[in-house]
Each structure stands twice: as structure tokens, then as C-alpha cells.
């Protein structure tokens, strides 16, 4: 099942639900309210029809005239009527053609059926004692009773049979209107309640199919699918999440094709002066002296080197390198590594300036293997690229709660296109840079991993020696 008919049918059972609930209450409420007003109004006529038995009560002194003559009990029960003043003409008969007490007539068989009986059939007349001037022993139990006064005194009561209080033929007649009319509405209103929901589901839908359909193009390796955005909701905040993986996913599928090819190309080269050299010794054309065996050597340990390096990068992004960290002071770390390198520095004649700037000695949370890895590629890329002559500044600070190294050297400089890449793989600056000294490109990307293992940051800029400044910012415990 689709996520339109899912929306459409979620929309429409909910509308419907409340459309349906709203007509059940409507008319209940109608129902309830107008029984009660018609209820009020059966009282007024029962007042009425009281009033109207005093009065004859009084005028003639009893209830003798009125026993005597059932159409005087007739007539004077339908003046009581506000909407008829006459009786119909089948009560009159049907009254004739029984006992003159015999109170409401027998219903005619074409009446039976007749959901409500009119009021004056619902109604007798008793005696002050309860003996019947109008009416049947049989519905005396039945009977509602009001007493009729003269004088302050009962002189005798009248009695209401149970029945439903809407027995007017306009009554019934508005009831029915209104629940016809509240049927249709509420049908009107689930057939709107459909055309809505279709819309909002059709609407919602629709980026909803767009995004299905942009992640199946993605899937397939589509990654410059991208798709619009029309709002400022949810849908076009997932709209922009969606072109953000898409973007992330085309730039990681562009590096990897770039790590490939420069992956075989840096391989490619090494092997190929290899073999160029052992079928030039094979061929007889270059003989097999210890300068070409050192030759080959070097070739090798350049080969041996650039694998070293791909393992440990792969390593490291894989976070598989293994960090033991301890509490740890770096400076004299970097003191060691530093010591390591500077028959270099001095063979190049590079002076090295070292400037700490730490009141007192700080504890870091680090592993001491990967830390001296760290400083002796940075001090490594700072041999083979400064100038013969140039100089070199190792400047160590704390920096609120953070331990700063800076490694500042002189020219050659980098240009700042260059400097934004310096971190990335198999990137080399070519004016400063060969397969010789500067190897594969891989020895700054180490660098930044093993960095962020240590929760810092590693940033490069311009130095004020004219050359490349890295610095090192790791997190102080102690």
C-alpha cells in the first residue's frame, strides 16, 4: 500500500470520525432539546385544559353537565389545542358508537399503526374521590394525575397516559426534516471529507514520491540527484538533508576515485623503474654493481615506504590504530624526536629556535607511540621542504585549556589554494615537493588522524618565516 492511500485513508477515517461523531451528537442534542421544549409545551396544555375544568367546574357547579354529554368533553379538550381547535371526525364517531365514560375511543384499525397518538387521547377525567368521569379502569394505573382546585379545594384531578410528548403532526413532520437533513449533511460532509483528504494526500504524497524516487537513483550511484525545495517545513528541511548526503556521498565517491588513481599511480611508478631496471640488468645493459643493487634498493624501501604508509592511513580512518593513553608530558617527547633529527637540520644547516612558553610542565591524555609518530612526520615535512640555510621555530603555549605546538618554518612558502589541501592524501605542492624527499602525500593525512584520536585539532597557515606553520592544539588534563 502506497503512503498516498495510507495518508488519503488516515485523512478520511479521522474526518469521518468526526463528521460521524458530530452528527450523532447534533442530533441528540436536537432531539434532547426539542422533546424538553416540546415537554414544556404538553405542560402548558395540560395547564390550559386544567384552567379550562375550573372554569366549567365553577360555572356550573360540578361536574354533572360535563358527564352527560362526551362531545362537550370532546370539544372542550381540542380548545386546549393551540394548532387545532377541532377533533377529528373519526374520534367523534368512534366516541358515539361507545359508552358515554368510555374515554379515548378505540382506535380504528386504519389508526393502530399510528406512531403517536394525538394529546386529547391521552388524557381522563376523575372524580374528586378517583372514580372515573372519563376514561378506562384498565389505564387508571397508568395515569399521571393533576388535581383541579375550586376554592382551594381538589374537586377532582386530571389523568395523562405515558406516551411521547411530540404527537403533532408538525411536530413530527419538523423531527423527520431534521434528520433527513442532518443525514444529507453529514453525507455531504464524508463526500467533502474524501475530496480533502485525497488533496492533502496527493499533496503530501507528492515529495514524498519525489524523494522515493531520488533515493532509488541514489542507490544505483546517481549522486548528482538532487531535488527541490519548495519549503520551509519538515519536508523541505528533509529536502535539504537529502541534497546534503547526496552532496557528502558524490564528494566521498570523487575521493575514493581519486584514492584509486593515485593509489596505482603512486605503485605504478616505483614497479616501473624496477622492472626498467632489473630488465636493463638482465638484458646485460646495465651490469649488476653495488651501485645499481643500492639503486634497487632504494627503489624498494621508497615502495616498502608508500605501503607502510597506505596501511597506517587505512588504519587510522578506520580507527584500528592502536592508541595505549596515558597521563603524559609531550615536551620531552618532542625533545627526543627533535634530538633524533638534528644531524639533518645541521647537515642542512636549518637553525632550529626552540621557545616554550609554559610556566610549568602539562599533562595530556596520550598515547607516547603515536604522538612521537606525529611529531617526527611533522618534523620530517619541515626537513624536506625548507631551503637549505632556512631556519625552523618550535613554539609550545597553553592556550586556556588547551596544549598549543607550533612548527614554523622558513621558505618555500605555500600558497593558500595549497594550504586548504595540505591534510588531504596523495596531495603534494609541486614547486616544493617530489616521490624522492617529499614521498606519496600521505604523511600529513596520518598526521591529522592520529590528532583527532586526541580529541585536538590540527591546523596549517602561513609562517612569519616565510614558510608552512603547523599547529598542534590537544586538550590538558593536568
Known amino acids: 500500500m502506497s503512503i498516498r492511500v495510507k495518508l488519503f485513508l488516515t485523512f478520511l477515517l479521522t474526518t469521518l470520525l468526526v463528521v460521524m461523531g458530530m452528527h450523532f451528537f447534533t442530533r441528540w442534542s436536537l432531539e434532547k432539546g426539542f422533546t424538553e421544549f416540546v415537554e414544556r409545551r404538553q405542560q402548558e396544555r395540560v395547564d390550559k385544559i386544567i384552567d379550562i375544568l375550573e372554569e366549567h367546574y365553577a360555572e356550573n357547579r360540578g361536574w354533572g353537565k360535563l358527564a352527560d354529554n362526551k362531545l362537550d368533553w370532546i370539544a372542550l379538550l381540542w380548545r386546549a389545542d393551540p394548532h387545532r381547535h377541532h377533533p377529528p371526525r373519526w374520534v367523534i364517531r368512534q366516541a358515539q358508537q361507545e359508552p358515554e365514560q368510555w374515554w379515548p375511543p378505540t382506535m380504528l384499525p386504519e389508526r393502530i399503526n399510528q406512531k403517536w ?3 386529547g387521547l391521552r388524557v381522563m377525567l376523575l372524580n374528586d374521590d378517583k372514580s372515573i368521569l372519563f376514561g378506562r379502569q384498565e389505564s387508571l394505573s397508568q395515569l399521571r394525575l393533576y388535581a383541579i382546585l375550586h376554592n382551594q379545594q381538589t374537586v377532582g384531578f386530571l ?7 411530540i404527537n403533532q403532526a408538525s411536530d413530527i413532520y419538523f423531527m423527520e426534516r431534521q434528520v433527513n437533513l442532518f443525514f444529507w449533511v453529514a453525507l455531504m460532509m464524508v463526500l467533502l471529507s474524501a475530496l480533502i483528504a485525497w488533496f492533502l494526500a496527493y499533496h503530501l504524497g507528492q515529495p514524498l514520491k519525489r524523494i522515493t524516487a531520488a533515493a532509488q537513483r541514489l542507490a544505483v550511484g546517481e549522486y548528482k ?4 525545495i519548495e519549503s520551509n517545513d519538515e519536508m523541505g528541511q528533509l529536502a535539504r538533508n ?3 548526503m547526496a552532496a557528502a556521498l558524490d564528494q566521498v565517491e570523487q575521493s575514493r576515485r581519486r584514492w584509486v588513481a593515485d593509489i596505482s599511480h603512486e605503485l605504478r611508478t616505483p614497479l616501473a623503474v624496477l622492472r626498467g631496471e632489473l630488465e636493463a640488468i638482465m638484458d646485460g645493459i646495465h651490469p649488476l654493481t653495488p651501485e645499481t643493487i643500492k639503486s634497487l634498493s632504494g627503489d624498494v624501501m621508497r615502495l616498502n615506504r608508500l605501503t607502510e604508509d ?3 592511513l587505512a588504519l587510522s580512518d578506520q580507527g584500528a590504530l592502536s592508541y595505549r593513553k596515558v597521563l603524559l608530558d609531550p615536551l620531552p617527547l618532542l625533545q627526543e624526536d627533535l634530538a633524533a633529527f638534528m644531524p639533518d637540520f645541521n647537515n642542512k644547516r636549518i637553525s632550529v629556535k626552540w621557545i616554550n612558553r609554559l610556566p610549568k610542565p602539562l599533562l595530556i591524555n596520550a598515547d607516547s607511540g603515536r604522538l612521537s609518530q606525529l611529531f617526527r612526520n611533522l618534523l620530517t615535512n619541515s626537513l624536506n621542504h625548507t631551503d637549505k640555510g632556512g631556519q625552523m621555530e618550535i613554539m609550545i603555549e ?3 585549556n588547551r596544549l598549543v605546538i607550533e612548527l614554523a618554518d622558513s621558505s618555500p612558502g605555500v600558497s593558500q589554494q595549497d594550504i586548504a589541501h595540505l591534510f588531504e592524501r596523495f596531495y603534494r605542492v609541486d614547486s616544493s615537493r617530489n616521490r624522492h624527499l617529499g614521498g606519496a602525500g600521505l604523511g600529513l593525512a596520518i598526521c591529522s588522524n592520529i ?6 585539532t590540527l591546523k596549517a597557515f602561513h609562517s612569519a618565516l616565510g614558510g608552512l606553520a ?3 592544539s590537544l586538550p590538558v588534563v593536568l
Open 117 to 119: 397518538p394525538p394529546f
Open 159 to 165: 389523568g395523562l397516559m405515558p406516551g411521547n410528548p
Open 225 to 228: 540527484t538532487r531535488l527541490p
Open 242 to 244: 537529502f541534497n546534503d
Open 310 to 312: 597506505l596501511y597506517q
Open 398 to 400: 597553553r592556550v586556556e
Open 451 to 456: 590528532v583527532k584520536a586526541h580529541d585536538g
Open 470 to 472: 603547523i599547529r598542534i
